[in-house]
Protein backbone atom coordinates (compact mmCIF):
# COMPACT_ATOMS: atom_id res chain seq x y z
CA UNK A 1 0.00 0.00 0.00
CA UNK A 2 1.12 3.32 -0.71
CA UNK A 3 2.66 5.73 1.87
CA UNK A 4 0.77 9.06 1.90
CA UNK A 5 2.88 12.27 2.60
CA UNK A 6 1.98 12.37 6.22
CA UNK A 7 2.67 8.69 7.09
CA UNK A 8 5.31 7.55 9.67
CA UNK A 9 7.82 5.10 9.10
CA UNK A 10 6.87 1.64 10.97
CA UNK A 11 9.34 1.50 14.10
CA UNK A 12 10.53 -1.79 12.27
CA UNK A 13 11.39 0.08 9.20
CA UNK A 14 13.41 2.28 11.68
CA UNK A 15 15.38 -0.02 13.31
CA UNK A 16 16.30 -1.71 9.93
CA UNK A 17 17.31 1.67 8.74
CA UNK A 18 19.68 2.34 11.79
CA UNK A 19 21.26 -1.29 12.04
CA UNK A 20 22.02 -0.87 8.23
CA UNK A 21 23.82 2.49 9.38
CA UNK A 22 25.86 1.36 11.88
CA UNK A 23 26.95 -1.62 9.95
CA UNK A 24 28.09 0.38 7.35
CA UNK A 25 29.75 2.93 9.76
CA UNK A 26 31.42 0.17 12.57
CA UNK A 27 34.82 -0.19 11.17
CA UNK A 28 37.44 -2.55 13.77
CA UNK A 29 40.88 -1.95 14.77
CA UNK A 30 43.44 -4.15 13.59
CA UNK A 31 44.88 -6.55 15.96
CA UNK A 32 48.30 -6.29 14.92
CA UNK A 33 47.44 -2.46 16.75
CA UNK A 34 47.27 -2.97 20.68
CA UNK A 35 50.18 -5.26 20.80
CA UNK A 36 51.77 -1.88 18.56
CA UNK A 37 51.04 0.43 21.28
CA UNK A 38 52.11 -2.01 24.74
CA UNK A 39 55.51 -2.56 23.07
CA UNK A 40 56.20 0.92 22.50
CA UNK A 41 55.12 1.68 26.17
CA UNK A 42 57.98 -0.46 27.14
CA UNK A 43 60.11 0.03 24.60
CA UNK A 44 62.05 2.02 26.72
CA UNK A 45 63.96 -1.54 27.73
CA UNK A 46 66.13 -1.12 24.93
CA UNK A 47 68.07 0.95 27.20
CA UNK A 48 68.65 -1.62 29.28
CA UNK A 49 70.53 -4.37 27.56
CA UNK A 50 70.89 -4.70 23.88
CA UNK A 51 68.77 -7.64 23.65
CA UNK A 52 66.24 -5.72 24.46
CA UNK A 53 65.94 -3.92 21.45
CA UNK A 54 64.24 -6.49 20.16
CA UNK A 55 61.30 -4.92 21.81
CA UNK A 56 61.19 -1.71 19.89
CA UNK A 57 61.85 -3.78 16.75
CA UNK A 58 58.41 -6.12 17.58
CA UNK A 59 56.76 -3.01 18.03
CA UNK A 60 57.65 -1.35 15.23
CA UNK A 61 56.72 -4.50 12.76
CA UNK A 62 53.42 -4.84 14.07
CA UNK A 63 52.73 -0.73 13.97
CA UNK A 64 53.94 -0.84 10.19
CA UNK A 65 51.49 -4.08 9.80
CA UNK A 66 48.82 -2.45 11.50
CA UNK A 67 49.27 1.13 9.48
CA UNK A 68 49.96 -1.24 6.27
CA UNK A 69 46.23 -2.31 6.95
CA UNK A 70 44.24 0.53 7.68
CA UNK A 71 45.42 2.34 4.74
CA UNK A 72 44.99 -0.90 2.13
CA UNK A 73 41.65 -0.89 3.95
CA UNK A 74 40.05 2.07 5.19
CA UNK A 75 36.46 0.99 4.33
CA UNK A 76 36.95 -2.28 7.06
CA UNK A 77 39.31 -0.88 9.34
CA UNK A 78 40.36 2.56 11.94
CA UNK A 79 42.84 3.35 14.43
CA UNK A 80 45.32 5.04 12.17
CA UNK A 81 46.78 7.77 14.51
CA UNK A 82 47.01 5.09 16.91
CA UNK A 83 49.02 3.21 14.44
CA UNK A 84 51.48 6.14 13.53
CA UNK A 85 51.77 7.02 17.14
CA UNK A 86 52.97 3.21 17.83
CA UNK A 87 55.27 2.89 14.55
CA UNK A 88 56.90 6.35 15.43
CA UNK A 89 57.76 5.58 19.20
CA UNK A 90 59.21 2.03 18.49
CA UNK A 91 61.52 3.36 15.50
CA UNK A 92 62.58 6.55 17.77
CA UNK A 93 63.60 4.15 20.59
CA UNK A 94 65.23 1.59 18.43
CA UNK A 95 67.08 3.76 17.29
CA UNK A 96 68.21 5.35 20.34
CA UNK A 97 68.19 2.00 22.28
CA UNK A 98 70.61 0.71 19.77
CA UNK A 99 73.16 4.19 19.71
CA UNK A 100 73.10 3.66 23.74
CA UNK A 101 74.16 0.59 23.73
CA UNK A 102 76.82 1.14 21.12
CA UNK A 103 78.19 3.74 23.07
CA UNK A 104 78.08 2.19 26.60
CA UNK A 105 80.12 -1.01 25.06
CA UNK A 106 82.78 1.78 22.99
CA UNK A 107 82.68 3.28 26.95
CA UNK A 108 83.15 0.09 28.85
CA UNK A 109 86.63 -0.74 27.38
CA UNK A 110 89.79 1.47 28.44
CA UNK A 111 91.97 2.64 26.02
CA UNK A 112 94.75 -0.01 25.69
CA UNK A 113 93.16 -3.03 26.70
CA UNK A 114 91.43 -5.41 24.13
CA UNK A 115 88.19 -7.83 24.75
CA UNK A 116 88.29 -11.27 25.59
CA UNK A 117 85.86 -13.84 26.70
CA UNK A 118 85.55 -17.10 27.99
CA UNK A 119 85.77 -19.27 25.05
CA UNK A 120 89.39 -18.19 24.19
CA UNK A 121 90.11 -19.83 27.24
CA UNK A 122 88.81 -23.13 26.75
CA UNK A 123 91.03 -25.91 25.61
CA UNK A 124 90.22 -27.42 22.02
CA UNK A 125 88.42 -30.35 21.32
CA UNK A 126 90.56 -33.72 22.13
CA UNK A 127 92.41 -31.88 24.23
CA UNK A 128 92.30 -32.69 28.53
CA UNK A 129 90.15 -30.52 30.12
CA UNK A 130 93.11 -28.98 31.86
CA UNK A 131 94.91 -27.88 28.82
CA UNK A 132 95.66 -24.30 28.31
CA UNK A 133 94.83 -23.48 24.68
CA UNK A 134 96.90 -21.12 22.61
CA UNK A 135 94.27 -18.63 22.58
CA UNK A 136 94.92 -18.05 25.78
CA UNK A 137 98.70 -18.01 26.29
CA UNK A 138 98.01 -15.17 23.19
CA UNK A 139 96.75 -12.99 25.52
CA UNK A 140 98.98 -13.84 28.81
CA UNK A 141 100.52 -10.49 30.14
CA UNK A 142 98.10 -8.02 27.61
CA UNK A 143 95.00 -6.04 29.23
CA UNK A 144 92.14 -7.13 28.88
CA UNK A 145 88.06 -6.77 29.02
CA UNK A 146 86.23 -10.15 30.40
CA UNK A 147 82.72 -10.32 31.57
CA UNK A 148 81.72 -12.80 34.12
CA UNK A 149 79.93 -13.55 37.49
CA UNK A 150 81.45 -13.07 41.07
CA UNK A 151 81.60 -16.52 42.60
CA UNK A 152 79.93 -16.15 46.15
CA UNK A 153 81.73 -16.37 48.94
CA UNK A 154 80.93 -15.54 52.61
CA UNK A 155 82.22 -11.71 52.49
CA UNK A 156 79.94 -9.86 50.73
CA UNK A 157 81.88 -6.32 51.41
CA UNK A 158 84.81 -5.04 50.94
CA UNK A 159 85.63 -7.99 48.33
CA UNK A 160 89.03 -7.10 46.89
CA UNK A 161 89.88 -10.33 45.45
CA UNK A 162 86.87 -12.92 44.01
CA UNK A 163 86.75 -15.12 41.27
CA UNK A 164 84.89 -14.74 38.12
CA UNK A 165 83.32 -17.12 36.45
CA UNK A 166 81.04 -17.69 32.81
CA UNK A 167 77.64 -18.05 33.89
CA UNK A 168 75.60 -17.72 36.44
CA UNK A 169 74.68 -21.82 36.80
CA UNK A 170 78.13 -22.14 38.14
CA UNK A 171 78.20 -19.22 40.70
CA UNK A 172 74.27 -19.03 41.76
CA UNK A 173 73.66 -22.45 42.52
CA UNK A 174 76.52 -24.13 44.43
CA UNK A 175 78.22 -25.26 41.09
CA UNK A 176 81.80 -26.30 40.72
CA UNK A 177 83.09 -24.92 37.38
CA UNK A 178 85.28 -26.17 35.22
CA UNK A 179 89.13 -24.61 35.95
CA UNK A 180 89.08 -23.33 32.28
CA UNK A 181 86.08 -21.45 33.35
CA UNK A 182 87.55 -19.34 36.45
CA UNK A 183 89.37 -16.28 36.69
CA UNK A 184 90.85 -15.36 39.82
CA UNK A 185 90.41 -10.75 40.07
CA UNK A 186 92.91 -8.92 42.32
CA UNK A 187 91.26 -5.19 42.47
CA UNK A 188 93.48 -2.76 42.22
CA UNK A 189 91.05 -0.62 44.50
CA UNK A 190 92.22 -1.62 48.07
CA UNK A 191 88.10 -0.76 49.44
CA UNK A 192 87.27 -3.47 47.35
CA UNK A 193 83.54 -3.91 46.14
CA UNK A 194 80.37 -5.07 47.07
CA UNK A 195 79.18 -8.23 46.00
CA UNK A 196 76.83 -8.83 42.74
CA UNK A 197 74.88 -11.22 41.06
CA UNK A 198 74.82 -9.31 37.95
CA UNK A 199 77.45 -9.23 35.30
CA UNK A 200 80.61 -7.69 36.03
CA UNK A 201 82.70 -6.14 33.41
CA UNK A 202 86.48 -6.47 34.75
CA UNK A 203 89.82 -4.51 33.26
CA UNK A 204 93.20 -5.76 34.32
CA UNK A 205 96.32 -7.60 33.77
CA UNK A 206 95.60 -11.07 32.47
CA UNK A 207 98.11 -13.98 33.55
CA UNK A 208 98.32 -17.86 33.32
CA UNK A 209 99.56 -18.94 36.46
CA UNK A 210 98.43 -22.04 38.40
CA UNK A 211 97.20 -20.98 41.87
CA UNK A 212 95.76 -22.93 44.60
CA UNK A 213 92.59 -20.95 46.34
CA UNK A 214 90.12 -21.37 49.22
CA UNK A 215 87.14 -20.19 47.12
CA UNK A 216 87.28 -23.11 45.09
CA UNK A 217 88.70 -26.78 44.72
CA UNK A 218 91.55 -27.49 41.92
CA UNK A 219 92.60 -23.53 42.17
CA UNK A 220 92.60 -21.16 39.07
CA UNK A 221 94.64 -20.72 36.01
CA UNK A 222 93.80 -17.60 34.83
CA UNK A 223 94.11 -13.94 36.89
CA UNK A 224 93.30 -10.62 36.52
CA UNK A 225 95.36 -8.27 38.35
CA UNK A 226 95.22 -4.84 39.07
CA UNK A 227 92.18 -5.02 37.88
CA UNK A 228 89.34 -2.48 38.02
CA UNK A 229 85.36 -3.27 37.94
CA UNK A 230 84.22 -1.10 34.91
Request: hydrophobic share 40%; glycine share 12%.
Amino acid sequence: MASGLFDTPSPTDSGRRSDATDADRYRALPGTVIPALVLALVSPLALLHPWLALVPLVGLIAGGIGWRTIVSRPEEYTGRPLAIVATVVSGLLLVGGVAWQARVYAAELPEGFERIDYGMLQPLPGDPPHAIPDSARAVDGHDVLLKGYMYPGKQQRGIVQFVLVRDQGDCCFGGNPKITDRVLVQLADPRGTTFSPRLCKVAGRFSIRPTGTSALEGGVFYHLENAMLR
